[in-house]
């Protein structure tokens, strides 16, 4: 069964406003995640780093202001993106990460569009 | 120059061809190699680690060749199911408070053809 779960999978949203992205890990604790974006042919961006009970770290270029990340437990991280703008639209993909360098795993994804 | 590098293709194989993708890495400090695939909308999954010595595994084979920084994957007897894009991935240190951050490359798009 799925080890990491995102929600929603899909979503549609106006330009201005805000959207929550859930990733869960199911089967264990994760004491990393990851956030990524994925534009269309490019490869796999990282967002952000989140360590549970702390703040996110940002790569650079990414805004935190626009894109905030709870990692609220060990279980769960959300990626809000705030007053979304049709250049947000991409594939944003969590990945979870255990006690070792072999237990991690991706999330299935959120294809988020911007109209 | 980017950390991770790859010919993103398309390469179009015959079913049955043999086929390999290279990959070259900036840092001569990358300490561990992967080759994940991923479909079309979907994520990435993980479909083998990388050696020095080689890894194995059915009808893929990974090399790592640390002294020209590159990796390869060779698919040997390609199936239709084999389409897809093949991502190199690089971990440049292990620092388990980082948690494996990974770079990966652009991806190389796989089309096996009937």
């Known amino acids: 069964g799925a080890v990491v779960s995102q929600h929603p999978s899909w979503v549609i949203c106006k330009s201005g406003t805000s959207v929550k992205i859930e990733c869960r890990s199911l089967?264990?604790?994760?004491?990393?995640m990851f956030w990524y974006r994925q534009f269309p042919k490019q490869s796999l961006m990282l967002m952000a780093t989140s360590n549970e009970g702390s703040k996110a770290t940002y790569e650079q270029g990414v805004e935190k202001d626009k894109f905030l990340i709870n990692h609220a437990s060990l279980t769960l991280s959300t990626l809000t993106v705030t007053s979304a703008h049709p250049e947000d639209s991409s594939f944003y993909i969590c990945r979870v990460v255990g006690g070792s360098l072999y237990e991690q795993y991706f999330g299935p994804g959120t294809r988020l569009t911007v109209t | 120059r980017k950390e991770v590098e790859q010919d993103p293709g398309p390469f179009n194989v015959p079913e049955g061809a043999t086929v390999a993708f290279n990959c070259t890495y900036s840092n001569s400090a990358s300490q561990s190699f992967f080759w994940y695939r991923q479909d079309c909308r979907k994520e990435p999954k993980l479909l083998m680690s990388?050696?020095?010595s080689g890894n194995e595994d059915g009808r893929f084979t990974a090399q790592l060749n640390r002294a020209s920084q590159y990796i390869s994957l060779l698919i040997r007897d390609s199936k239709l199911s084999d389409s897809a894009t093949y991502l190199c991935v690089v971990i440049k240190t292990v620092n388990s408070n980082s948690g494996y951050a990974l770079n990966f490359g652009k991806g190389t798009s796989l089309l096996v053809t009937p």
């Open positions: 089967d264990f604790q994760a004491t990393t």
């Open positions: 990388v050696y020095s």
